[in-house]
């Protein structure tokens, strides 16, 4: 992995941070910023090993961080993630909510609907009409119940303690919806509206909550729908290109600065309940 260039240091020393999906590729840079700015981090995956690999980085880096293996789907293995990282670490102070992704099972061939599509059917087009509802509902699971869930897990000494922070995992889709990928989009859209839920809710136990709206990057779940076997752009990479004022694709460091505000209580101790886009202007762009 690159090397890691912190924007700016903000003192998380003393803090325990959580971060679901942090053996992935944005979340993995994530807890390393966290890391690098004095948090005690533990890397929450489904996948053990990938999590195991981001918490051995960190130690090398000379940071204190923890694997947890865990499932945001499931109440049991998050209450025993929890008990862990409480023993070893201590009460979690900072719970990043990454765990999410697509599913191809909610994601539809084309764009659009069209009138031949509608006549035979052909086994390899998926309209709108051959989703899956179970593709649809673990894209909805994934994503909805997987910020859910861990939150109830993972936040209930913040509240007793009155601090602390939550930072849910949105996406551009949220602001309107991107072509194909319906259940998606709408999963996202449901991450936002429940971070201005719960910020409202939490907010007279002092947790504030807020969530990043990353644009494009390049990663394993979208790697197919970007770039095409011979490494050039797919035509939908290039119509995002396109709508991207800044006329490129995010980097994950691209997420550091707005993860290291939001957590601290010194720079965003007034901030609760926002979506911030880090998108290089594609929310902004109206395609003209
Ligand atoms: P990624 O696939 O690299 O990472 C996701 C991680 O979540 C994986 O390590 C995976 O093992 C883990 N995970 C999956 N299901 C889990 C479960 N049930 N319990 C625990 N862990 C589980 O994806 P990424 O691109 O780094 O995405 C991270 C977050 O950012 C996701 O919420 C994604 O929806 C969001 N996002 C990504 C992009 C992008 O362009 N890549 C854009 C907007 C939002």
């Not at 195991?52 to 961080?65: D, F, K, N």
């Not at 969530?211 to 979208?222: D, H, K, L, M």
């Amino acid at each position: 992995m690159a090397n890691l260039q912190l924007p700016f240091h903000v003192n998380l020393q003393d803090r325990v941070a959580l971060i679901t999906g942090g053996g992935g590729v944005l979340c993995s840079v994530m807890a390393r910023a966290l890391a690098a700015c004095g948090a005690r981090v533990a890397v929450a995956d489904l996948k053990q090993e990938a999590a195991e690999t981001v918490a051995s980085l960190i130690r090398q880096e000379g940071g204190t961080a923890l694997a947890v293996a865990c499932d945001v789907l499931q109440p049991d293995s998050l209450a025993a993630a929890n008990e862990t990282v409480k023993r070893q670490l201590g009460p979690i102070d900072i719970l990043i909510n990454g765990a999410g992704g697509n599913h191809p099972k909610g994601t539809t061939t084309f764009e659009h609907l069209r009138p031949e599509d509608l006549q035979a059917a052909q086994k390899e087009v998926v309209t709108f009409y051959d989703l899956d509802p179970r593709g649809v509902e673990f894209v909805f699971n994934l994503n909805f119940l997987g910020t859910l869930l861990p939150t109830q897990a993972f936040t209930r000494e913040m509240a007793a303690k009155g601090r602390g922070v939550i930072i849910n995992i949105s996406s551009m889709n949220a602001f309107r919806p991107l072509t194909k990928i319906p259940a998606y989009s709408a999963a996202k859209a449901a991450v936002s509206n429940f971070t201005q839920w719960l910020a409202v809710h939490f907010s007279k136990v002092g947790i504030r909550v807020n969530a990043i709206a990353p644009g494009f990057f390049v990663t394993e779940q979208n790697r197919s729908l970007l770039l095409q076997p011979d490494g050039t752009w797919t035509p939908r990479a290039r119509t995002i290109l396109a709508h991207t004022p800044m006329g490129r694709f995010g980097e994950p460091c691209d997420l550091i600065g707005t993860l290291l505000w939001l957590v601290s209580d010194e720079a965003a101790g007034f901030v609760t309940g926002v979506v911030v886009p880090v998108d290089g202007g594609f929310a902004a762009f109206s395609g003209v």
